[in-house]
């Protein structure tokens, strides 16, 4: 196995009885014997049924298929590079980067490449189909099947860094996972996302006042650092406007034939709030576990 995702390994535990995984031939085990095969891509699935929270299914093969396909035209890059310029002077020796909601890894693989060539990346996906693409594509990052919502098959004080990239968030776990002082990264769709699309086709309202709500739910655990609004107009073609529109959570009430642009070529603005915070709860001892009630997570 290649030696850094070997290394993000490392920092998992058994979604069971919560002791240290370490990688056993094809497989992770704990010293109670539990045991978590890895995929021949080399994710390993540690999605454990939680009771009431327990997930859906997140993307599925379509959208990530369109995802890719925008990921790929390096429509979002500006995204990972904006987390990598305000992390980078404060970044460890061989930090850890977990990105809860990773999908295919894209950012996460851009993060860590561009932090240093030593960064190991964990990602967490609850759709077994994204972390199977990214574990064949990123062979120095480690992917695992995990719910977001519920307790993460993650030590506590691991990480230096968490993403959340238009991802569920569990701000609780995220503290719990992270080393004194490590940092969240945060990034979701501004108020002008998509603008050049929302005036021809039906697309889903933005909630209003997201930074307020997003701000309050961090509170208890991070100091916020900065909160910037990265604005990109860029011009998309037909197909990749329908890749756009349908990667996302529009793609369940918008069919392909909704999501058809007629025009050869179309502006469209990519808007994203990134707020960097850094963990300010000192206590590790105090939180242990965010339960799975916790009403501190906040859906999107
Ligand atoms: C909009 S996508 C963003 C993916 C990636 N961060 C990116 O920006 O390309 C949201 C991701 O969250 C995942 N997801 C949804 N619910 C989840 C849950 N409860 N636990 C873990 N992942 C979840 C989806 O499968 C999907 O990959
Ligand atoms: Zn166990």
């Known amino acids: 196995m290649q030696p850094l995702r070997l290394g993000a390994f490392a920092a998992l535990r058994c979604p069971f009885c919560r002791a240290d995984l370490a990688v056993a031939g094809r497989a992770l085990r704990c010293p109670r014997r539990h045991s978590f095969d890895l995929a021949r891509s080399g994710y390993v699935n540690l999605a454990v049924d939680h009771g009431p929270r327990r997930a859906a299914g997140g993307d599925t093969r379509a959208q990530l298929q369109r995802r890719s396909a925008v990921l790929d035209a ?18 460890a020796a061989s930090p850890l980067v977990l990105d809860a909601g990773c999908g295919t890894g894209h950012h996460l693989a851009r993060v860590a490449a561009g ?24 062979d120095n ?25 238009f991802a569920p968030k569990n701000f609780g776990e995220a503290a719990r996972c992270l080393r004194p002082g ?7 769709p501004g108020p002008d996302h998509l603008i050049g699309l929302r005036a021809t086709l039906p697309l889903l309202n933005l909630p209003a006042d997201k930074a307020r709500h997003y701000r309050d ?11 910037a609004r990265l604005r990109r107009r860029v011009e998309v073609d037909a197909s990749l406007a329908r890749d756009l529109v349908l990667m996302g959570p529009n ?38 576990s965010t339960s ?8 999107m």
């Open 182 to 188: 490590g940092m969240i990264a945060l990034a979701y």
């Open 251 to 288: 793609a369940r009430h918008l069919s392909t034939d909704d999501a058809a642009v007629h025009d050869a070529m179309l502006p469209v603005t990519l808007d994203v709030e990134l707020i960097m915070a850094r963990k300010s709860w000192p206590d590790q001892t105090a939180c242990g």
């Open 217 to 227: 739910r961090l509170r208890p655990w991070f100091a916020i650092l900065s909160h």
């Open 74 to 91: 390096g429509l979002f890059d500006f995204m990972a590079d904006a987390i990598v310029a305000a992390v980078a002077p404060f970044s």
């Open 141 to 165: 990052i480690a992917f695992a099947v995990a719910d977001v919502w519920s307790d993460w098959p993650i030590r506590g004080a691991v990480a230096d860094l968490v993403l959340s990239v």
């Open 115 to 138: 932090l240093d060539k030593s960064c190991r990346g964990l990602g967490l996906d609850i759709s077994r189909a994204a972390t199977d693409i990214g574990a064949r594509r990123f």
């Open 292 to 299: 799975r009630g916790s009403s501190t997570s906040s859906r």
